[in-house]
């Protein structure tokens, strides 16, 4: 049993490790080279995976760049913030709590993912089309919390004004580059707090 665990945790740890790989070369060629000049057949080249190999961690080229491990590590921390604090507060929070975890060479990684995607116009209609669908994911995280329904003008106005505030710290950074990315979006997300509060 304990050989199987470890032969589990070996496949994935392996699975990560050509994931980041695979992003990395990605986002390397793509600002080497340009965005549409590079080819999936290139990418899978750099990162010694064959293209189909590629597909199987980055269904399509947008995703290369807009995808990473984020996302659930949020949602994780978010729902173990105390019950007393505001669903905002509960992201902000869950937000200084994931960054901290995250190593500075990878937090350095999701700024150039961002340059890219504040500056590729096919990337900036993706993550637009993603945002959408975080609004709904956002929605259903604070209805789960106020013990509301996902689909609630209130709820989803609040999701939408967590999701604007991030927007917003992007376009802030792409006009800063000295910025990190990381603490403008908390910074933002404190302002609609401070507003929301009112």
Same mark, same amino acid.
């Given at each position: 049993?304990?050989?199987?665990?470890?032969?589990?945790?070996?496949?994935?740890?392996?699975?990560?490790?050509?994931?980041?790989?695979?992003?990395?070369?990605?986002?390397?060629?793509?600002?080497?080279?340009?965005?549409?000049?590079?080819?999936?057949?290139?990418?899978?080249?750099?990162?010694?995976?064959?293209?189909?190999?590629?597909?199987?961690?980055?269904?399509?080229?947008?995703?290369?760049?807009?995808?990473?491990?984020?996302?659930?590590?949020?949602?994780?921390?978010?729902?173990?913030?105390?019950?007393?604090?505001?669903?905002?507060?509960?992201?902000?929070?869950?937000?200084?709590?994931?960054? @901290?975890?995250?190593?500075?060479?990878?937090?350095?990684?999701?700024?150039?993912?961002?340059?890219?995607?504040?500056?590729?116009?096919?990337?900036?209609?993706?993550?637009?089309?993603?945002?959408?669908?975080?609004?709904?994911?956002?929605?259903?995280?604070?209805?789960?919390?106020?013990?509301?329904?996902?689909?609630?003008?209130?709820?989803?106005?609040?999701?939408?004004?967590?999701?604007?505030?991030?927007?917003? @710290?992007?376009?802030?950074?792409?006009?800063?580059?000295?910025?990190?990315?990381?603490?403008?979006?908390?910074?933002?997300? @404190?302002?609609?707090?401070?507003?929301?509060?009112?």
């Amino acid at each position: 049993m304990a050989d199987e665990q470890r032969q589990i945790g070996l496949r994935e740890r392996k699975k990560i490790k050509t994931r980041n790989t695979v992003q990395r070369q990605a986002v390397r060629l793509f600002r080497e080279q340009g965005y549409a000049e590079t080819t999936i057949e290139q990418i899978a080249e750099a990162s010694e995976v064959s293209p189909s190999t590629l597909f199987r961690y980055f269904p399509t080229k947008e995703a290369l760049v807009l995808e990473d491990e984020f996302d659930p590590m949020l949602i994780e921390l978010f729902r173990k913030q105390p019950a007393h604090v505001s669903p905002i507060q509960a992201f902000r929070q869950a937000m200084q709590e994931g960054v @901290a975890l995250v190593p500075d060479d990878l937090q350095q990684e999701t700024r150039e993912r961002m340059e890219l995607i504040m500056t590729i116009p096919e990337l900036s209609a993706a993550y637009m089309s993603e945002m959408s669908k975080t609004i709904g994911l956002i929605a259903g995280l604070i209805a789960e919390r106020q013990g509301k329904d996902s689909r609630d003008l209130a709820v989803l106005s609040y999701a939408g004004a967590i999701i604007g505030a991030i927007l917003g @710290a992007h376009v802030y950074c792409t006009e800063h580059p000295e910025e990190d990315y990381i603490s403008p979006m908390i910074s933002a997300l @404190a302002h609609v707090e401070q507003e929301l509060s009112q």
